[in-house]
């Protein structure tokens, strides 16, 4: 496929040209005046090929407006690219397609697609770009707005099947747990299809993401008892550690001397009253009655 690269049309400043064919319509009107008085059948050899230059002259006017761009096209051969604003004049047989390089949303559709664990997901994007090449959007492609949706959806389908939903494993990435580096990921996917189009993606964003139907209560439970898991796994580190604490502090100190039965018993009691969900209600040993 041959690759057209954007490039500067040639145009003459349309202001001056303006007055031209003004001038030209103006000195027609006085040749026909001239033509009806001398009344000479010859005068009309000047007369129509001016008049038909003076109406062609018309079809070379166009406008640029602000961050957008002109497309000179002449029997189907690309002549260059006009971004400026402004008034100008081109060959008059030229077609001058408009190509508009403001930035543009484009919203996706909540797609269905399953995650890299096999749950079925929806997800949705937002995709947030630009034209910067007017001929490779124009001749590379058939539509680049269609072209930049159906890409669009394509690469949110592959960014969701290389992540997990979510994940508890604080070094493996997940859609719900890491949204910028998710953003990153798909804005170079993105990019790397709609380059052919001469597209510049400037951001792109996951704007839905959810679990399916099916399987969202399930989903739910299953997040709930992950969570419970992994704080319960907390709290139990962090229990032991207090209890070797005490334990160490206990013997630095010399406070009380602590076989290992008496060890065994006081880290169970510590472990029961810091792990348990619930208050626990201290039993003071006074000692025995008899000794």
Request: no cysteine; net charge neutral; charged share 20%.
């Amino acid at each position: 496929m041959q690759t057209i690269v954007e490039k500067s049309g040639k145009t003459l400043n349309g202001y001056a040209m303006l007055f031209g064919v003004i001038a030209l319509t103006i000195f027609n009107l006085f040749w026909l005046v001239m033509m009806i008085r001398e009344e000479d059948p010859a005068m009309l050899l000047v007369f129509i090929p001016m008049v038909v230059l003076n109406a062609i002259s018309f079809g070379g006017f166009f406008i640029v407006q602000p961050n957008e761009a002109r497309v000179l096209i002449l029997f189907g051969k690309y002549i260059g690219s006009v971004r400026e604003s402004g008034l100008f004049f081109a060959n008059p047989f030229a077609s001058k397609k408009h190509v508009s390089l403001r930035i543009h949303n484009f919203n996706s559709e909540r797609i269905k697609v399953n995650d890299l664990d096999g749950n079925p997901i929806e997800i949705g994007a937002v995709v947030v770009y630009r034209v910067i090449d007017s001929a490779r959007a124009l001749f590379d492609v058939e539509n680049y707005e269609q072209f930049v949706a159906i890409q669009s959806e394509t690469a949110i389908r592959a960014l969701a099947s290389e992540f997990s939903y979510d994940s508890h494993d604080e070094g493996k990435a997940s859609l719900r747990g890491n949204p910028l580096e998710i953003a990153d990921a798909l804005t170079k996917q993105v990019q790397t299809r709609l380059q052919v189009a001469g597209v510049d993606i400037i951001e792109a964003r996951i704007s839905h993401l959810a679990y399916a139907q099916e399987i969202a209560q399930t989903m739910l439970r299953r997040q709930q008892a992950q969570a419970i898991i992994a704080a319960r796994k907390k709290i139990v580190e962090g229990a032991v550690g207090m209890v070797q604490d005490a334990l160490r502090m206990l013997s630095e100190q010399k406070i009380v001397k602590l076989d290992e039965d008496k060890k065994a018993t006081m880290v169970n009691n510590l472990m029961v009253a810091l792990v348990s969900d619930k208050d626990m209600q201290p039993v003071i040993n006074t000692g025995t009655l008899y000794q």
